[in-house]
Structures are given as structure tokens and as C-alpha cells.
T-cell receptor, first 117, second 111 residues
Framework: GAVVSQHPSWVICKSGTSVKIECRSL??????MFWYRQFPKQSLMLMATSNEGSKATYEQGVEKDKFLINHASLTLSTLTVTSAHPEDSSFYICSASRVAGGTGELFFGEGSRLTVL | GEDVEQSLFLSVREGDSSVINCTYTDSSSTYLYWYKQEPGAGLQLLTYIFSNMDMKQDQRLTVLLNKKDKHLSLRIADTQTGDSAIYFCAPGGGGYQKVTFGIGTKLQVIP
């Protein structure tokens, strides 16, 4: 199946610093990528939809200045958590959809665990 | 928006069948997915069903859809310890549309 890679898989940072998480589709082109956040023992909450070459669409309640999303190419989207605080600690997961629609399958990355001290 | 409900926990013995149920509210959902998440990992697509189907079988997996009642179920035959994971029901549209995840059902398989 298609592969989506996230990097880093685990990051620990100090409060006030910014952290960038990358999401790459390794063997297909993805015009649309989605960023999710998952708290312990909870479901995935969609944060934003990232479209190649245009601004991301954020879900209600998600601060766009806090969570910067850039989708500069058909294979890469980045999520930057700016001025991170302990409450931003979470598991962030991206997914990507193929350009050619098909079954509508979403391919998920392995997730990036952020811990803010 | 779409509401998706699943039971939180299911425990079965190895070799038995597991049935995970899901209800949803958006009748316009076109694709209904089941995802599996192992601890600390991302999600893996298990199977999906189109909204115009009642049943889909894929090896040990059987998906049943009652569109009238907006009820989806996933049956795992001959459940193995490797099936222990969290299973998410996720109705949605095509690939460019949002998929809404249920809270996930944790399946525990007892050897």
C-alpha cells in the first residue's frame, strides 16, 4: 500500500519553542493532507485540511497562528507548533489522499508524539 | 456535524469471533471505513464499504451496513492475539472530504 512518513516520531521540547513536524507521501502524490491530534484514550480530532499550493483550512477552535501548516509540494506538508506549551503535548497524525481519488482511501503516517516540558 | 458512537471496550477469547458496532448520524456518508491502531502507532486501513452495499467480506473481516439504521459493524472471525488494538469506525465522503472518527473500541484478545 501507499506509504506516508512522519518525522520526527517523537520530540521533546521546552516551553516557548517551536516544533516542526513533516508529513511525506513517499510513493504517491497527495493534493490533500489532513492533520489530526489525538489525546490519550481519545479519538482523532481533525485540526486542519492542507491543500497543496493554497492556505490550509482549519477546524473550528484550532488556532491557525499557533499551528502553522504549509503544503509546499504534492508530497510534503508540514505542521509547526509555535511557542509550544505543555497543553500542546499530544500525538499528531497526518493523512494523505491520492490525487486520483480512487476509493477515497486515506493513508496515515505513524504519528509524531510531542512532549512539551 | 457527524456524530459517531462506538463502545469503548471489547474482550474476547482467542479463536472466537469479535463484533465491533458503530452508529453514525450523517446519512450522506458515502464510504464507511474501519481503521486499526496499535499502541503508539498511526492508523491502518482495515476495510471499507460503500454506502450502497449491505455487506463486504475480506478474509477474516466482515462488514455489515444497515443504512436505514445508520449502523455499521465489523466482525473479525477467528480472532488472534495480534488483533488486539483499537478499532475506529470512520464514515466519510471521498478522499478529499473529511472523515469523522469514532472514539475507538479497544479490542482485547485473551489467549
Amino acid at each position: 500500500g501507499a506509504v506516508v512518513s512522519q518525522h520526527p516520531s517523537w520530540v521533546i521540547c521546552k516551553s516557548g519553542t517551536s516544533v516542526k513536524i513533516e508529513c511525506r507521501s513517499l510513493d504517491f502524490q497527495a493534493t490533500t493532507m489532513f492533520w489530526y491530534r489525538q489525546f490519550p484514550k481519545q479519538s482523532l480530532m481533525l485540526m486542519a485540511t492542507s491543500n497543496e499550493g493554497s492556505k490550509a483550512t482549519y477546524e473550528q477552535g484550532v488556532e491557525k497562528d499557533k499551528f502553522l501548516i504549509n503544503h509546499a509540494s504534492l508530497t510534503l506538508s508540514t505542521l509547526t507548533v509555535t511557542s509550544a506549551h505543555p497543553e500542546d503535548s499530544s500525538f499528531y497524525i497526518c493523512s494523505a489522499s491520492r490525487v486520483a481519488g480512487g476509493t477515497g482511501e486515506l493513508f496515515f503516517g505513524e504519528g509524531s508524539r510531542l512532549t512539551v516540558l | 456535524g457527524e456524530d459517531v458512537e462506538q463502545s469503548l471496550f471489547l474482550s474476547v477469547r482467542e479463536g472466537d469471533s469479535s463484533v465491533i458496532n458503530c452508529t453514525y448520524t450523517d446519512s450522506s456518508s458515502t464510504y464507511l471505513y474501519w481503521y486499526k491502531q496499535e499502541p503508539g502507532a498511526g492508523l491502518q486501513l482495515l476495510t471499507y464499504i460503500f454506502s450502497n452495499m449491505d455487506m463486504k467480506q475480506d478474509q477474516r473481516l466482515t462488514v455489515l451496513l444497515n443504512k436505514k439504521d445508520k449502523h455499521l459493524s465489523l466482525r473479525i472471525a477467528d480472532t488472534q492475539t495480534g488483533d488486539s488494538a483499537i478499532y475506529f469506525c470512520a464514515p466519510g465522503g471521498g478522499g478529499y472530504q473529511k472523515v469523522t472518527f469514532g472514539i475507538g473500541t479497544k479490542l482485547q484478545v485473551i489467549p
